[in-house]
């Protein structure tokens, strides 16, 4: 499968806007793992997710088919990043205990990977992909965020961003499948933290390319009067959608 990257030049922006994913979650998967020795993190980004995994396993590895992304991941004790597609990790067979895709899986060759996540686990071991939906702020500010989304960048958006808008349901998932306690995740934005990771989104990526201009700062202005205070904060939800199954034996 050629790997087609649609966020290296945002990279930077990516590391410094993209949501961290909650420690509950992070746990609970911990919990669930018939070890604590090494979790791989497919498709990692900057590692959001591989840094919320360290504190609960002795070794992380972190992959990404993106030199740029991980080029822009900080360091985090137990974390090693590497470069990789989520379909060649490099580790070996039944070495892993735990494997996560964290809003990433849409973008992989999941038969190839599911079979990779299968090679690498232990008996037993757990996978985990998740992805979080459309964030959440009230009753005022959503209807504009949900037209900006469908309507102003609804052709911009790759194909496989239908498999995110489904919470993943869609997805022929090939593992003894087991539920986690529903967790979200919960910020604190000002207006220019919500233009940051707007920017981040592939949609925009694409259609700033295509237009030569940036489609986030009309609509920022546009939420301005709904919104308030530009530096004030507000409680921005995103709804995480995961699904977690084990590797039978």
């Given at each position: 499968?050629?790997?087609?990257?649609?966020f290296?030049?945002?990279?930077?922006?990516?590391?410094?806007?993209?949501?961290?994913?909650?420690?509950?979650?992070?746990?609970?998967?911990a919990?669930?793992?018939p070890?604590?020795?090494?979790?791989?993190?497919?498709?990692?980004?900057?590692?959001?997710?591989?840094?919320?995994?360290a504190?609960f396993?002795?070794?992380?590895?972190?992959?990404?088919?993106?030199?740029?992304?991980i080029?822009?991941?900080?360091?985090?004790?137990?974390v090693?990043?590497?470069?990789?597609?989520a379909?060649?990790?490099?580790?070996s067979?039944?070495?892993?205990d735990?494997?996560?895709?964290a809003?990433?899986a849409h973008w992989f060759?999941?038969?190839?990977?599911?079979?990779?996540?299968?090679?690498?686990?232990?008996?037993g071991?757990?996978?985990a992909?998740?992805s979080?939906g459309?964030?959440r702020?009230?009753?005022?500010?959503?209807?504009?965020v949900?037209?900006?989304?469908?309507?102003t960048?609804?052709?911009?958006?790759?194909?496989?961003?239908?498999l995110?808008?489904?919470?993943?349901?869609?997805?022929?998932f090939?593992?003894a499948?087991?539920?986690?306690?529903?967790?979200?995740?919960?910020?604190?934005?000002?207006?220019?933290?919500?233009?940051?990771?707007?920017?981040?989104?592939s949609?925009?990526?694409?259609?700033?390319?295509?237009?030569?201009?940036?489609?986030?700062?009309?609509?920022?202005?546009?939420?301005?009067?709904?919104w308030?205070?530009?530096?004030?904060?507000?409680e921005?939800?995103?709804?995480?959608?995961v699904r977690?199954?084990?590797?039978?034996g």
């Open positions: 499968m050629t790997f087609r990257d649609h290296s030049g945002a990279a930077a922006e990516y590391a410094a806007f993209r949501p961290r994913y909650p420690a509950e979650l992070f746990a609970a998967l919990e669930s793992a070890g604590r020795e090494l979790a791989w993190d497919a498709g990692t980004g900057n590692g959001q997710a591989a840094a919320g995994l504190p396993f002795d070794r992380v590895v972190a992959t990404d088919a993106s030199r740029s992304q080029a822009a991941a900080p360091a985090v004790e137990r090693e990043f590497r470069i990789a597609p379909e060649a990790s490099g580790l067979d039944g070495s892993v735990l494997v996560t895709a809003q990433a060759d999941l038969p190839a990977f599911f079979g990779e996540a299968a090679r690498v686990l232990r008996p071991g757990v996978i992909i998740w979080y459309l964030l702020i009230d009753e005022h500010i959503d209807p504009v949900h037209e900006f989304y469908h309507d960048l609804g052709r911009w958006w790759p194909p496989e961003r239908a995110v808008d489904s919470g993943y349901s869609t997805i022929d090939p593992f499948e087991f539920a986690l306690p529903t967790v979200s995740i919960d910020a604190q934005l000002t207006l220019d933290a919500l233009a940051g990771y707007l920017r981040t989104w949609a925009v990526l694409r259609a700033t390319e295509a237009l030569g201009e940036d489609p986030v700062t009309p609509f920022i202005e546009q939420l301005t009067t709904r308030g205070p530009r530096r004030a904060a507000r921005v939800r995103w709804p995480l959608y977690v199954g084990r590797r039978p």
